[in-house]
């Protein structure tokens, strides 16, 4: 008898999101999931999409378009023209201390103007219009101005991703974005789930910086943008 592995739910963080606690945000075709365009660019092809799955991919997102494969094994068959790469690494909790901030506001739909122009600012990575609507994002303003930011996005079983976390320029250096993940676990942690995190591999100083605060390396990934060819064929 051949012993079998069950997956981990963070080996494809988006594809257990979106077939677990993220399923109502789930559009697709065939195999292929993803959320809707103006909540979160993430996109989940099975482990091993076949020729079908890659098909169903063109259909969904249509000729000629960008789409994302964060965490593909491989590359996208012949004529998909990767547009972007970046390598990642995948973080969790190892015994962070986390802690709830007495200064940090919950933040609802009527903070995303103010959220969506600290993004622009400071660039943590994708954050769009109905991206609040993943989790608990909290905030820290300073008469009256958001200066920083911090959230929940990927929801595999038992895990919470803590995505964009940022700091306007004008207080950096005074602790904010770190109070503001510590604040963020407590919350995760009341659930009885637990936070992971993903971050550039050429981002060394934010990853001392999670790893100071007791998270771990798990693993390495890379992040990847491809163009759909414009006679990819289609079923």
């Not at 109502?24 to 091993?48: I, K, Q």
């Amino acid at each position: 008898m051949t012993a079998t592995t069950t997956p981990h739910p963070l080996d494809n963080p988006a594809r257990s999101s979106l077939t677990g606690p993220h399923a109502h945000f789930a559009e697709g075709r065939g195999r292929v999931l993803r959320y809707p365009l103006d909540v979160s660019p993430w996109l989940a092809l099975p482990d091993e999409p076949d020729t079908d799955d890659w098909s169903d991919l063109a259909a969904l997102a249509g000729p000629g378009e960008v789409v994302p494969l964060p965490g593909l094994r491989g590359a996208p068959p012949e004529g998909w023209e990767v547009t972007f790469r970046m390598d990642g690494v995948q973080l969790v909790d190892d015994g962070v201390a986390a802690v709830p901030d007495a200064e940090a506001v919950r933040l609802g739909p009527a903070d995303v103007p103010d959220m969506l122009d600290l993004v622009a600012r400071t660039e943590p990575g994708p954050f769009l219009p109905r991206t609040i609507e993943l989790g608990t994002y909290l905030g820290i303003r300073r008469e009256g101005a958001l200066v920083a930011m911090a959230g929940e996005r990927l929801h595999p079983p038992g895990w919470t991703e803590i995505s964009a976390v940022c700091t306007d320029p004008a207080v950096r250096g005074e602790g904010l974005a770190t109070r503001l993940v510590l604040a963020v676990v407590a919350g995760i942690r009341a659930r009885d789930e637990r936070p992971f995190l993903h971050a550039s591999a050429g981002n060394t100083n934010a990853i001392r910086l999670y790893e100071s605060l007791g998270f771990r390396l798990r693993h390495r990934t890379a992040f990847l943008a491809a163009r759909v060819p414009e006679a990819a064929r289609q079923r």
